[in-house]
Structures are given as structure tokens and as C-alpha cells.
């Protein structure tokens, strides 16, 4: 079972840093998820991408309406960090 996403903090090189209600954390790299996907080349634009929210309930973030990521794809494609959101 996939953990729920608690917080999420953006890094530079388009890097996510996602906190989950079982304290681990993950950091997911989108630059290639923006390079190879249409519908993410806006997030090219800083500004925007570190406009990120976590989802109500936590089961994914999102930029927009558009544009989100579930709660599995960051916890199955993130790579394990130290909890640095304290």
C-alpha cells in the first residue's frame, strides 16, 4: 500500500522533495517528465512549478487542473532521502 503525501518542497533542477505520512521521504526528478510529456512543457517555466500543491487527502499533487502526479508514481519513482522538511 502506497503511503499518502503529507508535504512537498520544491528544489532547483526541477526537484521534488515529497514527505509521506509514514515519515519517509523521497525526491522525485521531473525534468524529464517536462522534457518528454506535451502537456508538462509549462512547468518548464520555474515560476510555475514551484507552484505545486499536495492534493486533498494527499493522494497526488498538482499544478493545475491539468497538471498533476499521484501519490504512486512519486512514492514507485522517487528516490529515497533523509527527511529534510523539519
Sequence with gaps: ???KIKDIKVK????LIVLFD?????EYDAKMLIERHK????LKDKMIF?????????YGISWN???DLSEYELWKNGRDV?????
Design 50 to 58: 514551484s507552484m505545486v500543491k499536495v492534493d486533498a487527502g494527499g
Design 39 to 42: 502537456s508538462f512543457h509549462v
Design 22 to 26: 509514514n515519515n519517509q521521504a523521497k
Design 65 to 67: 487542473d491539468d497538471i
Design 1 to 3: 500500500m502506497v503511503p
Design 82 to 86: 533523509e527527511n529534510v522538511m523539519n
Design 12 to 15: 532547483d533542477d526541477y526537484k
